[in-house]
């Protein structure tokens, strides 16, 4: 029996405040992390406050395209 779409599927997060100041900067890297979301319970793209390493700071992460 096959089911149609996945009900959790796993997203990318993408530091928000790395690749605004890429442009303008030199960027020593980006800040990503993966996860899970749940596509019932959470049909918008998904933002985390997560933590960046290259600003040592805690920033928003938003969902990326894969």
């Known amino acids: ?3 149609g779409k996945d009900v959790r599927v796993t997203v990318i997060l ?4 790395c690749v605004r100041n890429s442009v303008d900067k030199v960027s020593r890297g980006i800040s990503r992390y993966s996860t899970q979301k749940n ?5 918008n793209r998904l933002e985390l406050k997560k933590f960046c390493p290259y600003f040592y700071k805690h920033t928003i ?5 894969k």
Not at 39 to 43: A, E, L, V
Not at 61 to 65: A, D, N, Q, R, T
């Open 61 to 65: 992460h938003g969902e990326i395209k």
């Open 1 to 3: 029996m096959a089911k």
């Open 39 to 43: 596509r019932h319970n959470t049909p």
């Open 14 to 17: 993408e530091c928000t405040s």
